[in-house]
């Protein structure tokens, strides 16, 4: 079945029923932050075999998802008081690194389920914790229905969360949602009848929710970005964040959201990079001017190379080192200068990141020859994956905040992109 087109607009021979997620089952309890990273690099040598394909195909990664949350990687960041691992935030930019060098498309699929649990951490009460937290090691996975597209700012909403008779229920369409298809839980953004914004979780097989599988860009083709509607979804009340409370007080979520959009760029990076260097000692022709007899001697490769390498690991260790700060703030309570310092560490990850994903996924082509844009190699798959990913938020707004962070003392402001 085509993934290109929303599965309602199929004929109805060829739509058949959508695929939903299985229920949710126990994972496994990772121990420590090492074992994350051991599973992590298995899970991904897994992955990596059928990127490409699933990526021409645009096959949805059903099985891969399945694996990936019996592994228990999904609960790495669930505080040890609550029965997780506690793993570190470095740890979890690795992950998401290490992930997302084999298939970037599936490696961010998770970032949502991640991103809505540091907001989570910073704002849920007691209660909530206890029950999301619960949810997330007896495995269930956690979407997320982005912004609106008729709206003029992003942080627009008209999705209502209304009191009727029967409890709450949920009305409202939303786009953007990475991860949403394969989730037992989407929460999204949604005003009450005062317009007061809040954070409203839906279960994914409840009446009233429809998932459509009709993001079509061009690259991060297998996310399955796409529409989701609530059609007067039932809510339960313990499953309401009124961010509108916590609007002034300062959290660590934006930033370990941002941590997590470097990462995957990071892994885009690698990916372009390892083909590159691949492609160069298996297929490419010296120049015929060069006098040599193989591509792996050219000097003015060597110089590229050398380039990408010294780009590439100048990035990972911003973003790691951006990782470490997150963990050291994260023990203490957050004030609206740490908060500002996360932010403005994260951007230059974010920009570092963007920057050699994109000059990596580009530079293959130079080194590697007319011979690698085949379309039988695919190779512009990760060109095609660092152009579309690294829009999701743009980087000259974060050479901005740095900026006016470091000339002037302004903090960031505080949400989901900073």
Same mark, same amino acid.
């Given at each position: 079945m085509s993934r290109s087109r929303p599965v309602e607009d199929l004929p109805a021979a060829e739509a058949g029923a959508p695929r939903r997620p299985a229920p949710p089952r126990p994972v496994h309890r990772i121990r420590d932050d090492q074992e994350a990273l051991d599973i992590a690099h298995g899970l991904a040598e897994r992955f990596r075999v059928e990127a490409s394909l699933r990526d021409r195909e645009r096959r949805l990664p059903w099985d891969e998802i399945e694996a990936y949350t019996e592994s228990g990687l999904g609960a790495i960041t669930v505080p040890k008081a609550y029965g997780g691992t506690g793993a570190g935030y470095?740890?979890?930019?690795?992950?998401?690194? &290490?992930?997302?060098?084999?298939?970037?498309? *599936?490696?961010?699929?998770?970032?949502?389920?991640?991103?809505?649990?540091? *907001?989570?951490?910073d704002i849920g009460t007691e209660a909530q914790k206890a029950r999301i937290y619960a949810d997330v090691l007896a495995g269930y996975r956690i979407g997320n229905a982005g912004p609106e597209?008729?709206?003029? %700012?992003?942080? &627009?909403?008209?999705?209502?969360?209304?009191?009727?008779?029967?409890? %709450?229920?949920?009305?409202?369409?939303?786009?953007?949602?990475?991860?949403?298809?394969?989730?037992?839980?989407?929460?999204?953004?949604?005003?009450?009848a005062e317009g007061r914004a809040l954070q409203v979780w839906a279960r994914g097989d409840a009446p009233g929710v429809t998932v459509v599988d009709d993001w079509s860009a061009f690259g991060q083709r297998t996310t399955?970005?796409?529409?989701?509607?609530?059609?007067?979804?039932?809510?339960?009340?313990? *499953?309401?964040?009124?961010?509108?409370?916590?609007?002034?007080?300062?959290?660590?979520?934006?930033? &370990?959201?941002? %941590?997590?959009?470097?990462a995957i760029d990071?892994?885009?990076?690698?990916?372009?990079?390892?083909?590159?260097?691949?492609?160069?000692?298996?297929?490419?022709?010296?120049?015929?001017?060069?006098? %040599?007899?193989?591509?792996?001697d050219d000097p003015t490769i060597?110089?590229?190379?050398?380039?990408?390498?010294?780009?590439?690991?100048?990035?990972?260790? &911003?973003?790691?080192?951006?990782?470490?700060?997150?963990?050291?703030?994260?023990?203490?309570?957050?004030?609206?200068?740490?908060?500002?310092?996360?932010?403005?560490?994260?951007?230059?990850?974010?920009?570092?990141?963007?920057?050699i994903a994109l000059e990596a996924s580009e530079t293959l082509f130079d080194i590697a020859g007319s011979a690698a844009t085949r379309a039988i190699h695919n190779l512009d798959r990760h060109w095609r994956n660092a152009r579309v990913h690294t829009l999701h938020d743009p980087v000259r707004w974060k050479h901005h905040l740095i900026g006016n962070y470091e000339l002037n003392g302004v903090l960031p402001a505080r949400h989901q992109w900073n």
């Open positions: 470095e740890t979890l930019a690795r992950v998401f690194e &290490i992930l997302c060098a084999a298939d970037p498309s *599936l490696g961010q699929i998770p970032q949502n389920h991640f991103g809505v649990l540091a *907001l989570v951490a597209r008729k709206t003029k %700012l992003v942080t &627009i909403a008209t999705t209502r969360l209304e009191e009727t008779s029967d409890g %709450l229920v949920l009305s409202g369409e939303r786009f953007y949602s990475t991860g949403s298809i394969f989730a037992h839980y989407i929460p999204t953004r949604a005003v009450d399955a970005s796409g529409t989701v509607r609530f059609d007067r979804v039932p809510i339960d009340p313990l *499953l309401v964040l009124p961010v509108h409370a916590f609007k002034d007080q300062p959290g660590l979520a934006g930033p &370990i959201s941002q %941590l997590i959009q470097a990071a892994g885009i990076a690698q990916a372009a990079f390892a083909d590159a260097l691949d492609f160069v000692r298996t297929r490419a022709r010296p120049w015929v001017d060069s006098g %040599l007899e193989q591509a792996v060597h110089h590229s190379v050398g380039a990408l390498a010294t780009s590439l690991h100048a990035a990972q260790e &911003i973003l790691y080192e951006a990782g470490r700060l997150l963990d050291v703030l994260a023990g203490a309570p957050v004030t609206a200068e740490a908060s500002a310092r996360a932010s403005v560490a994260v951007a230059e990850a974010k920009i570092l990141t963007t920057e």
